[in-house]
Structures are given as C-alpha cells and as structure tokens.
C-alpha cells in the first residue's frame, strides 16, 4: 500500500513540473561547451532582444550554482500580464512564475517587467543588467534596480571566465520513446527552446 502510495505522489509532482515534457532533441554543434569571456555574453544578450518569440532562454548563474538572472521572453510576458491584471485572477502556473521570477528582494526579481513590448526599454533593461545601475522605462513608477545584482559584478579580473553551454528541448508536438527509452522520435515536428547557460567560472 505504501509503495503504490509512493507511486502514485511521485507521478502526480512528476506532471507537475513541465520541464519534464520537454525532450531533448539530440547532439548539435550547440551543445558545444566552452568557456568565454563578457565580450561573449553581451552580444548574445542584445542578440536576445531580435527574437521575436520565446524560441531562447539565456541564464547567468554564479560560481555557486545560483541562478543570478534569466532573459526569456515567455517568462517575462507572464510577469508583465500577471502584474498588471486587475482581477489578480491567476492560474496555478503564473502564480508558480510570479513567485520564481517576480519576488521582491531577490536576485531573480523582475521589476513586473516593465520593459516588454518595447525594444528600446528592453535594451535599457540590459544595460542596467550589464552595467549595474536603477532606471525607470516606459511608464513603470518602479526602478529596474541591479546595481547589487549585475553582470560586471560577477567580473572579478580580466581573467574571469564563464562556461558556456547550450541545450535545445522540443517544448510541444507528438514524441514518442522507443521501448528502451533510449531514443525519442519526433512524429510531429513542434517549436523548440534553446536555453544558453552562461556559468562564472
């Protein structure tokens, strides 16, 4: 009784968490790790504002393993809709985005988002990331402040480094597993997300 009790929780949390269904595609010249320098990881955030969709998540993790910002355009439009609903009238996976990425005080606070929709505040938003500074965009009362949690702040030399990698998951269409679940073959081509991992060394 315990054991199927067991297996029935750890199949409900497992549907739970989305990531789950993403698969990965397989090998690519992306999945390439190496290690680069901020002169790498710049242009690959401003290359970020060009995609029109949500296709690229771009991640900046610290020496520690700790998330310390997230670009991710689907991301930020859920925080940017939720907070300014005035029915506050929310469905279980925007209430779990909001706590991740729109908390006051921490690391991964979005300042409601304030920038989308416009590239112009977008880029503002990067360059007060980069650079470390408060700015207010658009008609936001509330100042996109980074000047504790900034990219030049994890650069402590010349030298630093950041490990860069890539993973590409197909997020929807039909994938069906082989019997050995060794492989997956894609029935119906979906879209797919590219998350790139920048991670100080």
């Known amino acids: 009784m315990f054991n199927q009790a ?21 090998a690519t010249d992306l999945n390439v790790t ?7 990881i710049i242009p690959t955030l401003y290359t970020y504002i060009t995609t029109t969709d949500d296709s690229i998540r771009i991640n900046i993790v610290d020496k520690n393993d700790k998330l310390k910002q997230v670009f991710d355009s689907e991301i ?6 939720c907070a300014n609903r005035v029915d506050n009238v929310l469905e279980p996976e ?18 409601d988002a304030a920038w989308v929709g416009n590239n112009a505040w977008t880029i ?9 500074y408060s700015i207010k965009v658009g008609e936001s009362i509330i ?41 997956s073959i894609v029935v119906t081509e979906g879209s797919t997300k590219t998350i790139i991992t920048y991670k100080q060394k």
């Open 6 to 26: 067991k297996f029935t929780m750890d199949n409900v949390l497992f549907s739970v968490d989305e990531t789950n269904y993403y698969q990965h595609v397989g």
């Open 34 to 40: 190496r290690n680069v320098g901020i002169d790498t």
């Open 76 to 81: 930020e439009g859920v925080v940017s809709e």
């Open 94 to 111: 925007q209430i779990k985005i909001l706590n991740r990425y729109n908390e006051k005080g921490t690391d991964l606070y979005m300042f």
């Open 124 to 132: 503002d938003r990067i360059n007060a990331y980069v650079y470390g």
């Open 143 to 183: 100042a996109l402040n980074y000047e504790d949690n900034n990219l030049l702040g994890l650069v402590e030399n010349e030298d630093t480094k950041f490990e860069e990698s890539y993973v590409e998951y197909q997020k929807d269409g039909i994938i069906y597993w082989n019997d050995e679940h060794t492989e």
